[in-house]
């Protein structure tokens, strides 16, 4: 038998969250800063010199779009596609080679997190503004292939990461965790991941301070909460 939210329009209570879709670097990945790294790196294979009021222009853009699909940023930045290709490729190189110099690790308590949202029946998906290729060297850097029921990055949702809300409606149709957008929450740390999350029609839209976007951008962005880190996720779900 379906359940039916009670109030279908207000905040859903607690125990009605059935899906929890989870953002990586900056929310539950601290990678310190290595997003700007890589994009330096692209930059230069392009000829953009360090230093310049062009590189400046297109870091101000980069910080400002954290959590978009890197792809898309990248079209932005470039214009024609196979630049824009060419500026990803390097990028995803320089992030891989940065991972696999063990320039990451878990955010404070997000692997326990997870666990604990997984143990109270709920369904955990982790998704990325990444390629594939760079998603599965975290995950393999940090030992978490197995960590939650689903991953997800742009590629797996048709080509469209954030802020459009595919990401998020995948991870429903792909696990039918729940028989309504509502009964979902979704957390991140960047403007981006509020904005897809609200367009996906969750219930919960949970900000974390943890990465690249302060209080005042993740609620301007639409957050419904805005919490220290991810670690307090499962307690705001009433997982304790």
Same mark, same amino acid.
């Given at each position: 038998?379906?359940r039916?939210?009670?109030?279908?329009d207000?905040?859903?209570?607690?125990?009605?969250?059935?899906?929890?879709?989870?953002?990586?670097?900056?929310?539950?990945?601290?990678?310190?800063?290595?997003?700007?790294?890589?994009?330096?790196?692209?930059?230069?294979?392009?000829?953009?010199?360090?230093?310049?009021?062009?590189?400046?222009?297109?870091?101000?853009?980069? $910080? @400002? #779009?954290?959590?978009?699909?890197? *792809?898309? %940023?990248?079209r932005?930045?470039?214009? +024609?596609?196979?630049?824009? &290709? =060419?500026?990803?490729?390097?990028?995803?190189?320089?992030?891989?080679?940065?991972?696999d110099?063990?320039?990451?690790?878990?955010?404070?308590?997000a692997?326990?997190?997870?666990?604990?949202?997984?143990?109270?029946?709920?369904?955990v998906?982790l998704?990325?503004?990444?390629?594939?290729?760079?998603?599965d060297?975290?995950?393999?850097?940090?030992?978490?292939?197995?960590?939650?029921?689903?991953t997800?990055?742009?590629?797996?949702?048709g080509?469209?990461?954030?802020?459009?809300?595919?990401?998020?409606?995948?991870?429903?149709?792909?696990? $039918? @965790? #729940?028989?309504?957008?509502?009964? *979902?929450? %979704?957390?991140?740390?960047?403007?981006? +991941?509020?904005?897809?999350? &609200? =367009?996906?029609?969750?219930?919960?839209?949970?900000?974390?301070?943890?990465?690249?976007?302060d209080?005042?951008?993740?609620?301007?962005?639409?957050?419904?909460?805005?919490?220290?880190?991810?670690?307090?996720?499962?307690?705001?779900?009433?997982?304790?």
């Amino acid at each position: 038998m379906v359940r039916p939210l009670t109030h279908p329009d207000r905040t859903p209570a607690p125990d009605d969250i059935q899906l929890v879709v989870l953002d990586m670097a900056g929310t539950t990945v601290a990678d310190g800063g290595l997003v700007e790294e890589a994009f330096e790196a692209a930059a230069r294979s392009l000829g953009v010199a360090p230093g310049s009021a062009e590189h400046a222009r297109q870091l101000a853009y980069v $910080r @400002a #779009t954290m959590g978009e699909s890197k *792809i898309s %940023v990248f079209r932005h930045l470039f214009g +024609d596609e196979p630049t824009a &290709r =060419r500026a990803n490729a390097a990028f995803e190189t320089a992030y891989g080679e940065l991972v696999d110099g063990g320039r990451i690790a878990p955010v404070d308590g997000a692997r326990e997190a997870i666990e604990a949202l997984r143990a109270a029946g709920r369904t955990v998906v982790l998704s990325t503004g990444f390629a594939r290729i760079t998603q599965d060297a975290l995950l393999a850097a940090l030992g978490w292939q197995d960590l939650a029921d689903l991953t997800l990055c742009p590629a797996d949702a048709g080509g469209r990461g954030r802020p459009y809300p595919d990401m998020v409606l995948t991870a429903l149709l792909h696990t $039918r @965790a #729940t028989d309504s957008v509502r009964r *979902i929450a %979704v957390a991140g740390d960047t403007s981006y +991941d509020m904005l897809s999350g &609200r =367009r996906a029609g969750a219930g919960i839209v949970a900000g974390v301070l943890t990465g690249a976007h302060d209080r005042a951008q993740l609620e301007s962005a639409g957050a419904t909460h805005v919490l220290g880190s991810v670690a307090e996720l499962p307690a705001l779900l009433g997982v304790v």
